[in-house]
């Protein structure tokens, strides 16, 4: 796998290459919501309030978190090429819908049944990409991937622009990119393929429930990175789905540039963190089997600093300043989750065990948004809630350097 020659390495980037509209999808059509949060409360009045916004946000996250399990132990058992295909076609077909809503109810019947439909995909795609890339070019192939799906959220930062175009409206954009997914669904299905199985491994399918939370549960590493994983994104996701309106809120600009300002500023940022911490890993990794653990923890270093200079930056230019390093800092941090699992757990229960990591981590970032609401609508001084974020950071950076890996390429 490590010539370029090699036809199995063109196609494990070619699968990269076709995976990235998905992903790029797959934000792209959660962070509109965020980012046209004005013009969705304007046109469905009974949203009410910013509690009930937030409680929107999180009920995504608790859907999403629930299934994403059982999305992955799916994807290990059966076919992760049909698991994303079939995530892809279920949740494009939801996205529409969510254009044809009038209701608050509706919107969180819509946004339950988003949840549920893509939490088949993340677990299902990175453990594919691993399963291609053993190696010297996991971390790199999976910060590519991550790129897209940071380019979703700088697109979807451009969606109140969008939503305040009176030709366009916020229905335009879920109409849009539902149908595209749906479409698009139909080649990735006869483009993509199952990796072949790794030397010496099991069989998926003789792997039950009970013996794959047993074997993920009793992994010491494995509930260190799972507690790794969860601590950032309780600022991550705040970042992400509040960050439009507390700039448009704090420094008195539009829908428009606030939904920009929020977004690109730390995804752009990410880009350039995930490819040169995905770069730096994967070098590291020739010297030290920790190389990987090394550089997330740089990242995160990086994080902890952002998040508490965002909550206490006085004009916007400061902020977007915080936002950057926020960014850089997560870039490094996300392209070395899974390879980290990779070294932690068997290719049989890799997309499940990182469906067990965004059950954790997004129950308690739906948490983080849905609490977020409430302590703005009593006034909590922004700086009071960020401290908080970044002292969890902080407790982050000691777990992930308390992971132990092991050879798991070839275990049975």
Known sequence: MNSTNNPLLRYAWFVVALLWPVALLNYLDRQMLASMKSSLMADIPDIGSDANWGKMLGQFKWV????????????????????????????????????????YDGLLLTRSLMGISEAFYIPAALSLIASFHIGDTRSRAVGLHQMAIYTGVIVGGFSGYVADTPSLSWRFAFDACGIFGILYAIPLLWLLRDAPQSPGASKAPGITVAQSARELLWNGSFILLVLYFTLPALAGWVVRDWMPAILKQ????????????ATSSWQVAAIVGALGGGWLADRWMKRDDRGRIFVSAIGMALIVPAIFGVGNAGTLSVAIGFLVLFGLGWGFFDCNNMPILCQIVRPEVRATGYGVMNLVSISCGGLADWGFGILRDRQVPLNASFSVFAGAAIISIVLVLLIRPRNTETSS
């Open 64 to 103: 999403y978190a629930f299934c994403s399990p059982i999305g992955g132990y799916i994807a290990d058992r059966f076919s992760r090429r049909f698991t994303i295909c079939a995530s892809l076609f279920a949740w494009s077909a939801v996205t529409w819908a969510t254009g044809h809503v009038t209701t």
């Open 250 to 261: 704090q420094f008195n600009i539009a829908q428009g540039p606030a939904g920009v300002a």
